[in-house]
């Protein structure tokens, strides 16, 4: 379909000549010599009103209303044909110049040293002067070869340079006008116009549809063969699990701490540490070790583009294990989600359990370490002080056999109550005394045997006293044997009470240990699925085909871009 141009004409109203005055056609003047052989011949020369019709330079026609002829007056300058220089300049005005016109008659009176005031009256001083001021040949004798005009001498009112000095130009050099010819028919131009931009149209639509076929459809059409052809069916089986403590939180943990114990943030640091172990390498070799994971994806059965080859590296054998087995944790729940990827579904649900294991096994790992210090402290404590208490308990042994005594305290209330009979049998004696010598004639038979017997006593009395006070032969008195005893005592009993308190301080620690067990609670269980999980044929050829569409499209932004910079 071909949409026709429309074009908005301006300056379409000629200027108004009388008939009587309209100006007479300029013969034109034989320029063939000027011409080139084998040129087209220049165009025929027009009037002013012709030029303003078909040609347009821009500057516009002076159209003025006409107005009444000026009669000469006294000292006005009279033309050729009778007409007075007011009158000739009103009939030039009428005429309808254009701006070029007047300024190529004002060089060309220059030129002539004509004395023109103004560009119409130039006009009129050539013609008088027999000049066409509009002749095609005289603007090509304007310049020479040096750029100036030829001929021309020193305007009114300059002096002439002096010889060897040039001056500078008044006027530019003339444009010589255009020689191209007009068409005669606009619309069939127009016709040609429209024609040449449908055919670039159609050649840079058929381009473009190429380059499209070539960067786009074709490697969309490859990629969804792939997919609906070639590719493998891996099957997925999904799993949950979270981390727990083996005991809730006792009433008397209090702060911080008793708060996040319940909460998954608790368990936060170890869900991370197991996931980070499952998507190591020591979990892909020990699961390559135990399930054969090498092998089964570098079965032939496999598409080449996802089997893995037997020679294979270790880092190409982790980057499929990390496509294959996707592990993911959710802080606000707690869960440590698994997605495993297998070409057999019985496979998928075997590694899966694998890793299963695998992380129960991390989680008593990363608790063993703490839990075994603690008791070991606990239980090093209790052995020094069960130490210490073994040692107290000997040394009072030893000082039993050392000073014979099994109880000071015995020995003393002993040796007190003896003190005491003999006391009371000294006294009875005493009273015996008395009573024998109150008589005038005491009985010299009874006196003698009594008064050898509270002899006695009081002998037996002070050898008794002295053992408690005196040294007995050994060294040391009954007072520091029982000091000695009272302190081996005191520091077996204060063993007894530290090593109570040891026992009780580790039954403590274990049950600490105890609640800092980690266990994992399998929430969600891998199950054999009986469909492929992937590949997603559909989905993925349109996300294949937006990609190769934005590739295209950034090289196509870049390519323009930098075009135009070489252009510009």
Avoid at 106 to 113: I, S
Avoid at 161 to 185: C, H, R, W, Y
Wanted: with cysteine; hydrophobic share 40%.
């Amino acid at each position: 379909m071909t949409t026709k141009l429309k074009l908005t004409r301006f300056r379409t109203r000629r200027p108004e000549f009388p008939s009587a005055e309209a100006p007479a056609p300029v013969p034109p003047v034989a320029s063939a010599a000027l011409t080139p052989a084998g040129a087209p011949p220049p165009p025929p020369q027009t009037t002013g009103a012709q030029l303003f019709d078909n040609h347009d330079d821009g500057f516009g026609a002076l159209s003025l209303q006409p107005t009444a002829p000026l009669r000469a007056k006294k000292g006005e300058v009279v033309g050729a044909n009778g007409d007075s220089a007011g009158e000739g300049i009103e009939k030039i005005k009428r005429e309808g110049l254009t701006g070029r016109q007047l300024r190529m008659a004002r060089r060309l009176a220059q030129k002539h040293n004509l004395p023109a005031t103004s560009d119409f009256d130039a006009v009129r001083l050539l013609r008088n002067a027999g000049i066409d001021p509009f002749e095609r040949t005289s603007l090509l004798e304007l310049v020479t070869s040096d750029g100036a005009l030829s001929g021309a001498g020193p305007a009114k009112g300059e002096q002439a340079a002096p010889d060897g000095i040039k001056l500078p130009q008044t006027f530019k050099p003339a444009q010589v006008p255009s020689t191209e010819m007009v068409s005669p028919n606009p619309l069939a131009e127009l016709s040609r116009i429209q024609q040449d931009i449908a055919r670039r149209r159609r050649r840079n639509s058929f381009l473009l549809l190429v380059r499209l076929i070539c960067f786009v459809f074709l490697p969309t059409l490859v990629t969804g063969w792939y997919y609906y052809e070639v590719a493998t069916p891996i099957y997925a089986t999904k799993s949950e699990f979270v981390i727990q403590q083996s005991q809730a939180p006792t009433a008397s943990a209090g702060g911080l701490g008793g708060l996040l114990k319940g909460s998954p943030l608790a368990t936060s640091q170890d869900s991370i540490a197991v996931q980070g172990y499952l998507q190591s390498r020591e979990a892909m070799l020990r699961l390559d070790e135990d399930h054969g994971f090498k092998d089964h994806f570098s079965d032939p059965s496999i598409d080449p583009i996802q089997r893995l080859a037997p020679d294979a590296t270790l880092e190409q054998a982790y980057k499929v294990y990390t496509r294959n087995v996707q592990i993911s944790y959710d802080p606000t729940e707690g869960l440590v989600k698994m997605q495993i990827l297998a070409a057999d579904p019985t496979k998928a649900v075997e590694f899966a359990q694998a890793l299963i294991g695998y992380a129960e096994g991390q989680v008593d790992q990363l608790t063993q370490r703490m839990r075994e210090d603690q008791m070991k402290g606990a239980r090093e404590a209790y052995a020094e002080t069960e130490a210490d208490m073994l040692e107290a308990q000997r040394r009072v042994v030893a000082l039993q056999e050392q000073f014979k005594v099994l109880s000071s305290e015995v020995e003393v209330s002993l040796i007190t109550a003896q003190i005491g009979q003999l006391e009371s049998l000294l006294t009875q004696d005493r009273l015996s005394m008395q009573q024998l010598q109150a008589n005038a004639n005491p009985n010299a038979a009874r006196v003698e045997p009594l008064q050898r017997r509270i002899k006695a006593l009081e002998f037996e009395i002070e050898a008794l006293r002295s053992k408690l006070t005196e040294n007995d032969g050994s060294g040391m008195s009954l007072a520091q044997v029982q000091s000695e005893l009272l302190v081996a005592q005191a520091d077996v009993t204060t063993r007894q009470l530290m090593l109570a308190q040891s026992l009780q301080a580790m039954e403590a620690t274990r049950a600490e240990a105890n609640r800092q067990t980690r266990y994992l609670s399998l929430s969600v269980k891998p199950i054999t699925p009986d469909e492929a999980a992937y590949p997603r044929a559909f989905e993925n050829t349109v996300v294949a085909m937006l990609i190769f569409a934005g590739v295209y499209l950034m090289i196509s932004i870049t390519a323009a871009v930098l075009r135009e910079q070489l252009s510009s």
